[in-house]
C-alpha cells in the first residue's frame, strides 16, 4: 500500500514555541552532588574519535534517525572542520561502572555528521555529498571517497582536532540531567528522551521510537508530517502510557516518573512476548483517542485550554494527559462520539466554573496535588456523563 501523504501542513513557527516536552524538574540535585565531578580535557582528532564512535562512544542509531541538523548544515559544518574553525567543545561523560565507554551529553549531531560524513551516508541511506559551501567551493558535490584519495585534504580533515572533554565522578543520573537541560538551553533545545535513551537502554525504548516513526494522529496534534527531531512524539506517546498504568506512582518529578516507566516495560518487553501487542493496543487506543477529540473540538483546539470564548493558541500538556487518557477507553470514546456536543460543552463549563481545575491545567507537573485535581476533576466528569471512570496511575499526596 502506498503511503498517504498527512493532509496537514507541519508546525509552523508559532508551534515551535508552544513546547510540549518534558519539563525539567528542579530541586532534584544539590550543590554536593557536583562536589565529585572531574571534567578531563582530552581533545582527539577527528580520524581518532570516528573510530571510536560505535564502540567505545555511544550514539545511539534508534536517536540518531532524528537529525536536528539539515543536510546544508550538516555541509557547513564539515566545511568548518576543513577550513580550521575552532568547533564547540564535545562533552563526554563516563558510563556507570566503565571508565573507557562514553555517553555523549553535548555534541552529539557534531559526531553524528562527521561519522555520516566518512561512512559515506547519511543514517537515511542517502549518499552524503557536501553541498552550499561557501568557501570550498571546489568540493561541492562531492563525497569522503573522492576527496580522501587526494592526501592534502585527507589528512587536513582526519588531522583535524575536536575540543574535547570527558566528565569523571558523576554518582547521580539527576546530575546528568541537570548538565544536559542547561547545555541545550539555547535555540534548538533537545528532548530528554536522547540521554534516557543512553542511561536506560532497551527493547521498549527502541520500539517505542520505531512505533513514533509511523505518522499518525499523535503527529497530526503535534502538527508535524514527519517524525519530530526533538522526540516529542516519543515523549508524549509514553507520558500517556506511564499515566495511564495504574502500577506506577507519579510523585512529582516527571523524569523519575518517565524513567520508571521506561525501565519497567524494557524488563516487559524481555519477560513478557505478550506485552508488545498489549502496547501496541494501548497506543492505537491512545490515537484512536486523538482522532475523536480533534473530530470534537478541532485539530488546532484539542488539547488547548478554553479561555471563555476561545481556545488559547499553546499546546497543552496538562489538557493533553486527561483528555488524551479519558478517549483512550474504549467506552468512554464510543459515548463521545455519540455524544460529540455534550462532551465538548462539559469541557467548557468545567474550564470556566472550577478554578481548582483551571489552576491544575496552568501550573507544571511538579505540584502532585494539581496533578491529582486535574485527573480527578476530569475522570470524575467524564465518569458522570457515560458511567465509566478511565484509569490512571498512582498520585502521591
Same mark, same amino acid.
Given at each position: ?47 581518532? =574519535? ?29 566545511? /568548518? ?5 575552532? =568547533? ?15 555517553? %555523549? ?8 555528521? =562527521? ?59 539527576? @546530575? ?8 541545550? /538551553? ?7 528522551? #536522547? ?7 532497551? #527493547? ?29 512524539? %516519543?515523549?508524549?506517546? @509514553? ?28 524488563? #516487559?518487553?524481555?519477560?513478557?512476548? #505478550?506485552?508488545?501487542?498489549? =502496547? ?30 476561545? &481556545? ?11 483528555? @488524551? ?18 462532551? !465538548?460543552?462539559?469541557?467548557?463549563? !468545567? ?27 476530569? &475522570? ?18
Amino acid at each position: 500500500m502506498a503511503k498517504q501523504t498527512p493532509d496537514w501542513d507541519d508546525r509552523d513557527d508559532l508551534f515551535e514555541n508552544e513546547d510540549p516536552q518534558e519539563e525539567v524538574d528542579g530541586g532534584q540535585v544539590q550543590l554536593e552532588d557536583f562536589d565529585s565531578l572531574i571534567l578531563a580535557p582530552s581533545d582527539w582528532t577527528v580520524g581518532t =574519535i570516528y573510530e571510536q564512535i560505535g564502540h567505545q562512544i555511544e550514539l545511539d542509531p534508534e536517536f540518531q534517525r532524528r537529525n536536528v541538523w539539515s543536510i546544508s548544515a550538516k555541509s557547513k559544518f564539515i566545511e /568548518s572542520i576543513f577550513l580550521g574553525v575552532p =568547533i564547540p567543545q564535545i562533552l563526554l561523560t563516563s558510563k556507570k561502572g566503565s571508565r573507557s565507554s562514553f555517553l %555523549v551529553l553535548d555534541g552529539k549531531q557534531r559526531l553524528t555528521t =562527521i561519522k555520516e560524513f566518512l561512512d559515506g551516508r547519511y543514517l537515511t541511506g542517502r549518499p552524503f555529498k557536501l553541498r552550499r559551501l561557501q568557501v570550498l567551493e571546489q568540493l561541492n558535490g562531492q563525497n569522503w571517497k573522492f576527496i580522501s584519495k587526494q592526501p592534502e585534504w585527507r589528512d587536513r580533515f582526519l588531522n583535524a582536532t575536536l575540543r574535547t572533554a570527558v566528565l569523571r565522578g558523576w554518582e547521580s543520573e539527576a @546530575v546528568l540531567y541537570e548538565i544536559f537541560h542547561r547545555l541545550n /538551553s539555547g535555540s534548538v533545545r533537545l528532548s530528554p528522551m #536522547e540521554l534516557r535513551m543512553s542511561l536506560h537502554p532497551g #527493547e521498549f525504548l527502541k520500539f517505542i521510537i520505531k512505533w513514533t516513526e509511523e505518522i499518525g494522529p499523535l503527529h497530526h496534534l503535534i502538527r508535524k508530517t514527519t517524525p519530530d527531531a526533538r522526540m516529542n512524539d %516519543v515523549e508524549l506517546a @509514553v507520558r500517556h502510557l506511564a499515566f495511564a498504568d495504574s502500577q506506577f506512582e507519579y510523585r512529582g518529578n516527571l523524569k523519575e516518573f518517565l524513567d520508571q516507566c521506561s525501565l519497567t516495560y524494557n524488563q #516487559e518487553f524481555e519477560d513478557n512476548p #505478550e506485552f508488545f501487542e498489549k =502496547i501496541i493496543d494501548r497506543l492505537n487506543k491512545m490515537n484512536a483517542g486523538i482522532e475523536v477529540g480533534m473530530k470534537i473540538f478541532g485539530d488546532k483546539n484539542f488539547c488547548r485550554k478554553w479561555l471563555g470564548d476561545t &481556545y488559547e493558541s499553546r499546546f497543552n500538556r496538562a489538557l493533553f494527559d486527561v483528555l @488524551v487518557g479519558s478517549l483512550a477507553n474504549d467506552q468512554v470514546r464510543d459515548w463521545a462520539i455519540g455524544n460529540c456536543n455534550e462532551f !465538548l460543552e462539559a469541557f467548557k463549563t !468545567l474550564s470556566v466554573s472550577d478554578n481548582d481545575f483551571v489552576r491544575s491545567i496552568e501550573t507544571t507537573t511538579k505540584s502532585t496535588e494539581n496533578t491529582r485535581k486535574r485527573f480527578e476533576a476530569w &475522570y470524575e466528569l467524564v465518569q458522570d456523563l457515560c458511567g465509566v471512570k478511565p484509569q490512571r496511575s498512582k498520585i502521591a499526596n
